[in-house]
């Protein structure tokens, strides 16, 4: 039969899981990091999951579909709370329990451990790949954001200090390994859901590295945010090269 059912694009997913709680019959699970369609007939076509996408990869269509069974959807829903499994929300792309979004609340600055020389660190979340994060994480909420390349922090020993403290947000990406459209829509979809009230680009000063500052840029257009940037420019040895 020819009905209304969902349809997810699985090249925009990022597997964020936020569209699984929102579906009451089951129907959406995270499946190999990607939000996926179980089965046919658990999904009634009616897109309560639609407004969680923060990356707009779910609509609605009409083909041809199994028809909605909502006996089934009840007993499948029913099958999922018995096995108590862990909440598809708190799954991120790798699906790997170490990329749970998390947030380390400090109510006094951190210290050193006794009788040590240790620096203390300045992260307040995690993960902080760019891949990794859910756009809307409680970490970017009127955050200041830091936008940094992958060697930044070893190549700048005084990072932490430098561009963490104060409690600010942070990203990393390598914009020659890893996939620059993708790594733009992800900072899109940041920009436009989490009120980002600052981003600081730490790049290297190698020439693939200005593909960071690119992606910012075409980032902030897409979101149509004119929020304050600052771009920082390390050397390959240690120090700062140029900042605006």
Not at 52 to 74: G, Q, T, Y
Not at 112 to 135: D, F, M, R
């Amino acid at each position: 039969m020819k009905r209304k059912i969902v349809k997810i694009d699985e090249a925009k997913c990022n597997g964020c899981g936020q569209c699984v709680p929102s579906c009451a019959e089951g129907a959406i699970q995270i499946i190999e990091g990607k939000a996926r369609l179980v089965k046919e007939i658990y999904c009634d076509g009616l897109g309560a999951c639609l407004g969680k996408c923060p990356l707009d990869a779910i609509s609605v269509e009409e083909r041809e579909a199994e028809e909605f069974n909502e006996d089934a959807a009840m007993r499948h829903v029913a099958k999922l709370k018995a096995t108590e499994a862990p909440p598809k929300s708190t799954k991120l792309p790798c699906g790997c329990p170490g990329s749970m979004a998390q947030s380390f609340a400090k109510t006094t600055p951190a210290t050193p451990a006794a009788n040590t020389t240790e620096t203390p660190s300045e992260l307040t979340h995690w993960p902080v790949q760019l891949t990794l994060v859910a756009p809307n994480a409680p970490f970017f909420q009127d955050a200041d954001l830091v936008l940094a390349a992958d060697c930044a922090p070893f190549a700048y020993s005084d990072f932490h200090r430098k561009f963490l403290s104060g409690g600010r947000a942070l990203t990393v990406g390598c914009p020659k390994l890893d996939d620059s459209d993708a790594y733009v829509e992800k900072l899109t979809a940041i920009l436009t859901h989490s009120n980002i009230r600052s981003l600081t680009i730490a790049r290297m000063e190698v020439p693939c590295c200005g593909g960071l500052s690119r992606i910012a840029q075409l980032a902030l257009e897409k979101s149509g945010k004119n929020i304050p940037v600052h771009e920082v420019v390390l050397g390959i040895r240690g120090g700062i090269k140029y900042e605006n």
